[in-house]
């Protein structure tokens, strides 16, 4: 066993790959179709990153400036899937399917805290 992959193993890893991001992909398109919050930070994402582009004075400033702004959607995704499976499991209220769906929107809210407090330092200087 070389650990190189072979004809059909590569071809194999090929398909897996290809479903995986059809499936990624369909989970974007149902948040985006259904969820407000992720059709608006999509939106602004059009702002923001020629926004990062013209405020940084190096890459790794626009990075900086963009992952924080990406780490804001993938959270609103785990949320989303994570509002989602509490409603899968029971749509009767519960104290705990809230407590989960609260701290989940908590950690939107984190990751938004983030955001204002990287591009601050990017910003304003301070970095």
Known sequence: MGGTLKGT????????????FCYSFQGIKYAFRTQFAFRTEIFLTIIIVPLAALLSNSAAEIALLLSSWFLVILTELINTAIEITIDRISLERH????????I????????CINVVVVWGLVVFGGY
């Open 9 to 20: 193993q590569m071809l194999s890893f090929f398909q897996k790959l290809y479903t995986a």
């Open 95 to 102: 104290e705990l399917s809230g407590r989960a769906k609260d």
């Open 104 to 111: 989940g929107s908590a950690a939107v809210l984190i990751a």
